[in-house]
Structures are given as structure tokens and as C-alpha cells.
């Protein structure tokens, strides 16, 4: 089975909090990589970060950070420092390599309050 | 292109009527996505181009909808006998290869669609 699930349909965090948005999947193969995407209100996708299955140490990109748990097949998203323009939809999403299909969750809506 | 242009920006149709959106990835990319958005809701897989390759047609949700991609480059969906449950943003997106970390899919702005 191909499915991603984000427990969290909305989420509100105060300016300057950390925020974990949720992120686990289904999946018997072995390669995969793990994507999270930021959708603001202009509707643009706009890539965040990337962990590879094999990779050994949690991805990060600046304010952003992966907590990759294998076992349990999960993959949440760290947003340290909130600011106000973070405030948008996340979406996770695993790219499967034996069908070579990018499957993406239902999102969670994350709105900073100043 | 600097980046995946998607062309009309906005379709209004009237039930019934066929819809063509183009899709014209970055250069170089040789895979190519075609994705459905309703409205709150998450993106739904349509249809995976890969180089020469035979596309996966697995996501398109009925024989009403159909893709092709010209030279390996531009790439139309259409949507035959459009129904209001067709309405939607559709998302193309473009990649140098298989997604990772170093082929990290990049999108367009999104045809949205509306059927009257």
C-alpha cells in the first residue's frame, strides 16, 4: 500500500514556538525517499527538505528538520523558531522507487499567531 | 524555462465540454507529473512520464482523461466530457530524473479548473 498520513488537519502555534507536524506511510520497499513541501496561500509547491530511507542522520535545512524514525516509519517535520510567513499547508510526501511514484498526504494546515 | 510553465492559468467549462492543459517542464527534465488538488485537499497522482519510457497511468480516475507528451518535453491532459467533480487545480511538475535529494520535483502554478 502507497499511504501517507497526516493525523493533524490544523495546527496553531504561537510566533517563535517549534512546531512538529506528524507524518507516517506505508511501505514494503526497501528505497524510498521522504519529501516535505510548503503550500502557501498563493498555491505555489514549494520543496523544503529530503531524507533518503538510507540516509543515517536526520535531514535538515535551516529552521527546518526531519525526525526520520525508520522503524516506525515515520517522518515528521521540525520547523524550529516559527515565524509568521511559515503559516501556510505542509505536506509529506514519499517517493516510491519500485513503482517510481512521488504519493503525497492529505496536509496539515499550520498557522502561526503572532 | 526557468521553471514549469502551465497554461491556461484559469478554465471556466461548461459540463460536458473537452479541456486540454499544457504542461511545459523545465529543460532537461525527463520526468514529468501530472497531479489533481481539490479544494482543501491534498495532491492526488494522475499519470508519471519517464523519458522514452511507457507512462503509469495508474492515478487517472477515469478513460475521460488522457496524457501525452510530445519529443519528451511538453505535455498536454485533457479531460474529455468534463464533469463538475472534475473541478480542481491541476499541478504539473518536472524532475531531472527519479525524485531524491538531488531530483527534487519542482512545480508549476497550477491550471485551475472549473466546471459550471
Known amino acids: 500500500a502507497q499511504k501517507i498520513t497526516q493525523t493533524q488537519p490544523g495546527m496553531f502555534v504561537q510566533e517563535k514556538e517549534a512546531v512538529t507536524l506528524d507524518c507516517t506511510y506505508d511501505t514494503s520497499d526497501p528505497s524510498y525517499g521522504l519529501f516535505w513541501y510548503k503550500q502557501p496561500s498563493s498555491g505555489e509547491m514549494i520543496f523544503l527538505i529530503y531524507q533518503g530511507s538510507y540516509d543515517q542522520q536526520n535531514a535538515t535545512e535551516g529552521r527546518y528538520s526531519l525526525n526520520f524514525q525508520k522503524a516506525r516509519k515515520s517522518a515528521n517535520l521540525v520547523i524550529s523558531a516559527s515565524q509568521l510567513g511559515d503559516s501556510a499547508m505542509y505536506f509529506c510526501?514519499?517517493?516510491?522507487?519500485?513503482?517510481?511514484?512521488?504519493?503525497f498526504g492529505q496536509g496539515t494546515r499550520l498557522t502561526i499567531n503572532p | 524555462g526557468a521553471g514549469v510553465s502551465q497554461s491556461p492559468s484559469n478554465k471556466v467549462t461548461e459540463k460536458g465540454k473537452d479541456v486540454e492543459l499544457r504542461c511545459d517542464p523545465i529543460s532537461g527534465h525527463t520526468a514529468l507529473y501530472w497531479y489533481r488538488q481539490s479544494l482543501g485537499q491534498g495532491l492526488e497522482f494522475l499519470i508519471y512520464?519517464?523519458?522514452?519510457?511507457?507512462?503509469?497511468k495508474s492515478g487517472l480516475p477515469s478513460d475521460r482523461f488522457s496524457a501525452e507528451r510530445t519529443g519528451g518535453s511538453v505535455s498536454t491532459l485533457t479531460i474529455q466530457r468534463t464533469q463538475q467533480e472534475d473541478s480542481a487545480v491541476y499541478l504539473c511538475?518536472?524532475?531531472?530524473?527519479?525524485?531524491?535529494?538531488?531530483?527534487?520535483?519542482?512545480f508549476g502554478a497550477g491550471s485551475r479548473l472549473t466546471v459550471l
Open positions: 512520464f519517464q523519458g522514452n519510457s511507457a507512462p503509469d
Open positions: 510526501a514519499v517517493f516510491y522507487q519500485g513503482a517510481q511514484k512521488l504519493v
Open positions: 511538475a518536472s524532475s531531472l530524473g527519479s525524485a531524491s535529494g538531488a531530483n527534487v520535483l519542482t
